[in-house]
């Protein structure tokens, strides 16, 4: 019978919740990076680039391990902001929502920086000309017209941040409750004698999230295609 238990329940909606927050956070900055990479050259781009695209290279415990050491109690930036602001990421779920974002970076900005580049220039030029500030042109031709790709790098992000493991095991462990995703919980469970089934159930639950996570891209980016299009 496919009865999920308070503790799937726990793992699941933590999942969710880390996912959803990373999404949001690092949405922002990934349009802001992403128009930077598509509209503007500059010495160290390319390294800039690549910095992006990084995580999808590492392995994801190298960048757990880098997010301990700058993040941790102990870190540069993660002691400041212990000491100074009450913040703590390590072992907590708010770390847990950090390394899911840093992973789903890279596809969350790609989407992004391709529409961008496949605007026609002569738009915002022609807003330009007609007296539009840049940061006007950018919020009322730019991103409008990127919508697409900026629900598909979110959707794609999300996604990511569901299914992330390595980081966020090395960063903020594997704790029950406050930690314990639905990668972490398959894991766990697939150790101990009799966790088959609740594994089963949790599996099926990250397939029915990602489809419906796609699903969900492919309508908004239509909708947003036939408004833009002015269906």
Request: charged share 15%; proline share 5%.
């Amino acid at each position: 019978m496919f009865e999920i238990s308070p503790a799937e329940w726990t793992a699941i909606l933590l999942s969710l919740r880390v996912a959803v927050i990373a999404t949001l956070v690092a949405t922002p900055f990934g349009i802001a990076l992403a128009w930077l990479l598509a509209r503007r050259d500059f010495w160290g781009k390319s390294v800039l680039d690549a910095v992006v695209h990084l995580p999808l290279v590492l392995p994801p415990v190298v960048t757990g391990y880098l997010l301990l050491l700058s993040f941790g109690r102990r870190g540069l930036v993660g002691g400041f902001l212990a000491d100074y602001l009450g913040i703590v990421f390590a072992f907590r779920w708010t770390g847990a929502a950090l390394a899911c974002g840093v992973m789903a970076f890279p596809l969350l900005v790609r989407p992004m920086r391709l529409s961008i580049e496949a605007i026609d220039r002569r738009l915002e030029q022609a807003a330009e000309t007609l007296g539009a500030a840049p940061w006007k042109v950018f919020f009322t031709v730019t991103l409008p017209l990127a919508l697409p790709g900026v629900l598909a790098g979110m959707v794609l992000g999300f996604a990511k941040a569901i299914g992330e493991f390595g980081a966020t095991i090395t960063f903020v462990s594997n704790i029950p409750g406050e930690t314990q995703t639905i990668s972490s919980a398959i894991y766990s469970l697939i150790q101990t004698p009799d966790g088959d089934a609740a594994a089963g159930r949790l599996v099926i639950v990250s397939i029915a999230l990602a489809i419906g996570a796609l699903i969900a891209a492919e309508w908004f980016a239509r909708r947003a295609t036939q408004r833009l299009h002015g269906n």
